[in-house]
């Protein structure tokens, strides 16, 4: 037969491991919590990184639309804000991107959300002929085709939450006859 007093201390027992196993099971689900938020946070941060780089990959694509678009080698100095001479384009970090020291180029809307893209370019000066290689080679000069000149384009793409920013830049030869 139990007693009094062995009753007594079971049911204590019974307490004590309910609280113990209540703990465990509140710390789980905290550490849960933070795991999936921590997560969040890094898919938000991944995203805001793609918009931000598909805005600037849309400012390379409408620098090279104005390289282009040049009827001549002297309409490029002569098109305004954003373009530089050899040597003379600012560093990309040092770059007021909201100035007139950069060109604007076509508005971006991503799920339905418009993003303004700037870029600069930079003229690198006449560009030897490395069709085979790829290579990026300055100091060519006029050939039987005309004259092939390289323009350096960095363009800026900044996400929706002010703080994902992207700065590509690329190459490209022009020929003007």
């Known amino acids: 037969m139990m007693t009094v007093a062995a009753k007594t201390k079971q049911a204590g027992a019974a307490l004590i491991t309910a609280l ?41 694509r409408d620098g090279e639309a104005f390289i282009m678009g040049l009827p001549n080698p002297g309409a490029f100095f002569a098109s305004g804000n954003g373009v530089y001479d050899v040597n003379q384009a600012p560093a990309p970090w040092n770059v007021n991107w909201e100035s007139n020291s950069v060109r604007e180029g076509d508005a971006v809307e991503l799920d339905g959300i418009e993003y303004d893209t700037r870029y600069f370019v930079e003229f690198i000066g006449p560009m030897a002929e490395q069709l085979e290689t790829g290579e990026i080679v300055t100091g060519g000069a006029l050939n039987t085709i005309g004259q092939n000149l390289g323009y350096r384009i960095v363009s800026r793409g900044l996400g929706n939450d002010g703080v994902s920013e992207r700065v590509v830049e690329t190459y490209v030869a022009r020929t003007f006859q």
């Open 20 to 60: 113990i196993f209540l703990v465990v099971l509140t710390l789980v689900a905290v550490t849960t919590v933070q795991n999936v938020t921590l997560q969040e946070q890094m898919t938000s941060a991944v995203r805001q990184g793609n918009i931000a780089l598909e805005i600037a990959e849309n400012g390379l």
